[in-house]
């Protein structure tokens, strides 16, 4: 039989619903099992055990949140019987030395690199990103705007040049079928950009 419930880390004090329940279902996980209090929608969640007011909620083995009033082991959790909390941040002490590894043996190699004025030798650097989440997209369309332009790597926009060509027609007194069978080609007669790391 397919479980209706999942602990997400060994940790927590609560449970998820993989399906709708019903106030009454037991249900059991790791062999233990819970008389749900409450309905419980999937994807919602349920303590595990009786947690006191102001007790602390455990999901993913940290601190999400507070109970605002005390639970009994299967009852769900709202946003009127729990509020956010988190435990303090903490970082850790940054590392920022390094062991320099042995390069004996490419010592008389050489690689087609770009040099540098101050006589130095290093390669392109090329970012790769690549958004896990579909409404990551906007933000880096936002990130290559604000780079491409500033750091001279911008292409300029055939499509605002045709629309400007065709806005500058229209302001002439062009008729519709100018407007429809001019040319749209127009020529990027821009500067190239210099840029910043050739």
């Not at 039989?1 to 927590?12: L, Q, W, Y």
């Amino acid at each position: 039989m397919r479980s209706t419930i999942i602990k997400v880390h060994p940790d927590d004090n609560v449970l998820v619903a993989l399906a709708d329940l019903k106030k009454g279902d037991v249900v059991t996980n790791g062999g233990e099992s819970y008389t749900l209090l409450d309905d419980v929608k999937a994807k919602h969640k349920f303590v595990s055990e009786a947690i006191p007011e102001s007790g602390d909620v455990i999901m993913y083995g940290v601190l999400v949140g507070k109970t605002q009033i005390s639970l009994q082991k299967g009852n769900i959790l709202t946003t009127s019987n729990v509020k956010h909390a988190a435990n303090n941040f903490i970082t850790g002490e940054r590392k920022t030395s390094w062991n320099i590894p042995n390069v004996s043996e490419f010592e008389n190699r050489s690689f087609q690199g770009y040099h540098r004025t101050d006589g130095n030798v290093g390669t392109s650097n090329y970012w790769l990103v690549i958004p896990l989440v579909f409404c990551e997209n906007r933000n880096l369309k936002v990130l290559e705007e604000a780079l491409t332009t500033p750091l001279g790597y911008s292409r300029g926009n055939a499509y605002h040049d045709q629309v400007s060509n065709l806005v500058e027609l229209y302001n002439k007194g062009g008729n519709i079928d100018a407007l429809l069978n001019g040319p749209l080609y127009v020529e990027n007669t821009a500067p190239k950009q210099k840029r910043i790391f050739p």
